[in-house]
């Protein structure tokens, strides 16, 4: 069987280059090798697209496929060249998240209101059974942002090809 062509590749290729110019001509780009151009034998293995290139569903059957096919029109992109992201970006990332999970929980109130104290004995109460629930809160704000770290992983995962 035909070698991956990306140097330093060392994986068996599976995926021919697509017929098509246009798309053929992107595939040639994205492996960055000076003045190549595709053969019949050129292939590229499955290290270098995303879990979310293939198709889920055989348009046929509509089953699960029983061997992964490329969706039409995708573009290898994952390469020993392409950055990682930073870990200051990861973090980042995070705190994003864990603001967004807070925004859920607790909408923005009238800035008015918080700035003159204007709170009627209702609103007073109702702060007061918040604070009980606090527990209860931090832990939803920490289960939210726990899915969502698992959510970005998966992601991360699709997009190095683990």
Same mark, same amino acid.
């Given at each position: ?26 595939? %040639? ?21 995303? !879990? ?40 980042? $990332? ?27 004995? !209702? ?8 604070? %009980?629930?606090?527990?209860?809160? $931090? ?7 726990? !899915? ?15």
């Amino acid at each position: 069987m035909p070698r991956c062509v990306i140097v330093g590749c060392n994986e068996n290729g599976r995926h021919t280059f697509p017929n098509d110019p246009k798309l053929k001509k992107l595939w %040639e780009k994205a492996t960055k090798i000076k003045k190549f151009k595709a053969s019949k034998n050129s292939r590229l293995c499955s290290k270098h697209f995303k !879990e979310s290139d293939y198709q889920e569903i055989c348009a046929t059957t509509g089953l699960p496929p029983l061997c992964r096919h490329l969706k039409k029109g995708v573009v290898p992109s994952i390469f020993p060249w392409t950055p990682k992201p930073s870990t200051s970006a990861i973090e980042r $990332q995070n705190r994003y998240m864990e603001r967004s999970a807070k925004k859920e929980l607790f909408p923005p109130q009238n800035p008015i209101e918080t700035l003159t104290g204007n709170y009627s004995m !209702e609103d007073r109460n109702e702060v007061s059974d918040k604070e %009980e629930n606090l527990p209860e809160v $931090q832990m939803e704000i920490e289960i939210k942002t726990h !899915e969502k770290e698992n959510t970005v992983s998966d992601e991360r995962k699709d997009q190095s090809g683990l």
